[in-house]
């Protein structure tokens, strides 16, 4: 397919080199980072404005073409895939840092920054940006997924560190959803509308976040349990006690093997907790002494303690390498990885679940996850030739989703709803999915922004 010939016209007088319809970059925006089968546009563009972003929108809504925002590409739930072709917005050129305010504590950002970008922009300034997905995402793609990440336990997720955005419509009008106010009490709070909408009501372009100051003292550690529940147990006990985690992170014995071959490493093979502090030295101090009595009396282990940057950054390499070393447990493998979110008291008896289903696959997999919020994380590494392979990692991912939905959690902590959740949207939500489908049609009628994600398709049974 192409796009009509009038708007392929027209988006190349208005963009000239920022427009293309050559196979190599449709490709590339066709949203393959893990199992979903890729869904390529008919044409790629690259704005370097809000104004770009005006003009393309009007163009594209009176052609009648859909239109998928796309930023760094690694979302993993299809959420970028051009279901129904159309137009690719690659926002990735839009890459400014427009004002830091270290007094406020806040900063204004260009929807394709990236996050280690942005960090790398705050140096100076004694801030730091913590909300951390794994991937060096753009910030108006995390802001679109809502993401959060390692820090999330004690900074929250983008939803608490986005103040205000500034969003065009699909018929191309400029909104900014708020300003830089801590609290407002002035009508809708539109930002939060926007925040997790993945791209369906409307194209961030702009973001302004809440940084925060950068700890004077930051400890990390690794400990060891003798099963799961031991350690899961001293995560729900270091919350309910008030202690004031920074990242609390949780990795199966299987998850431990794959990171030892894929980076060279000699963890030991067992359910692990990888825990970080921040404040003054006195208050980690402190803090540590509490964690690990709290662990000592749950059977952990093996602590292993970093304060230096280069050392932290070696203990915490086992869990940032999780994914890529789950994945590639088998040559030509592709990552399936779905996440659930459940209050912290359901979470031992989750992964509990989790653990017994993956005991009864062939499938490589591992569980990982922030547990000191609840959300966990199943990474298959499938191949995806393989009938068999797909439908047992669906299989499991459904019961998985079940059991969260069954305690009150949800079907996607982190990842987004994408093309993979949707079908779990009615389950979860009930009948406040009919007002999510009204304020798709109130933002956009014609359905033309990332058009088939996140609503159920007709064509599934319903759940």
């Not at 895939?81 to 007094?103: K, N, P, W």
């Not at 912290?344 to 000191?372: F, N, Q, W, Y």
């Not at 982190?414 to 009930?430: N, P, S």
Request: glycine share 10%; proline share 5%.
């Amino acid at each position: 397919m192409s796009l009509p010939d009038t708007l392929t016209a027209d988006l190349r007088s208005l963009l000239g080199g920022r427009f293309s319809d050559r196979a190599a970059d449709r490709d590339h925006h066709a949203g393959t980072e893990a199992h979903h089968m890729p869904a390529p546009p008919d044409a790629v563009a690259w704005p370097i404005t809000t104004e770009d972003v005006v003009a393309i929108l009007r163009l594209c809504h009176a052609a009648r073409v859909p239109v998928v925002a796309h930023g760094a590409g690694s979302s993993l739930e299809g959420n970028v895939s051009a279901v129904q072709g159309g137009l690719s917005l690659d926002l990735t050129r839009m890459d400014r840092i427009l004002r830091v305010s270290a007094e406020d504590l806040d900063c204004t950002v260009e929807a394709g920054v990236t996050r280690e970008a942005l960090n790398a922009g705050l140096r100076d300034s004694g801030l730091f940006f913590p909300i951390d997905p794994g991937a060096n995402a753009t910030l108006g793609g995390m802001a679109a997924t809502r993401a959060s990440g390692t820090n999330a336990v004690r900074y929250g997720t983008m939803r608490e560190n986005v103040l205000s955005l500034t969003v065009v419509t699909a018929d191309g009008r400029v909104i900014r959803t708020g300003g830089r106010a801590r609290k407002s009490s002035a009508g809708y709070d539109l930002t939060r509308v926007f925040v997790g909408s993945e791209g369906t009501l409307g194209i961030i372009t702009e973001v302004t976040l809440r940084p925060h100051g950068r700890p004077d003292t930051i400890r990390a550690a690794v400990c060891t349990f003798p099963d799961a529940a031991s350690a899961t147990r001293t995560a729900i006990e270091a919350i309910q006690i008030g202690l004031p985690l920074a990242r609390l992170e949780y990795l199966d014995p299987g998850c431990i093997r794959a990171v030892n071959a894929f980076s060279h490493l000699a963890e030991a093979e067992a359910d692990t907790l990888f825990v970080e502090f921040h404040g003054t030295q006195a208050g980690v101090a402190e803090q540590v002494e509490i964690f690990a009595d709290l662990a000592g009396g749950n059977g952990g282990t093996a602590f292993r303690w970093a304060e230096r940057e280069e050392e932290r950054s070696r203990l915490w390499a086992a869990r940032h390498s999780a994914y890529n070393a789950t994945v590639n447990q088998r040559p030509g493998a592709r990552g399936w990885a779905t996440d659930v979110c459940v209050p912290v008291s359901a979470l031992p008896g989750c992964i509990d679940e989790a653990k017994a289903l993956l005991a009864g696959t062939r499938i490589p997999a591992s569980i990982m996850g922030h547990v000191g919020d609840g959300n966990f994380h199943v990474v298959f590494s499938v191949d995806p030739a393989s009938s068999g392979d797909l439908a047992e990692a669906a299989r499991i991912n459904d019961r998985l989703v079940r059991t969260a939905l069954s305690v009150d959690g949800t079907c996607t902590g982190e990842h987004g709803v994408g093309l993979g959740k949707r079908k779990y949207m009615q389950a979860e939500h009930g009948e406040a999915l009919l007002l999510m489908r009204s304020l798709k049609d109130a933002f956009d009628p014609l359905g033309l922004l990332n058009p088939g994600k996140i609503f159920p398709d007709p064509t599934e049974a319903a759940e």
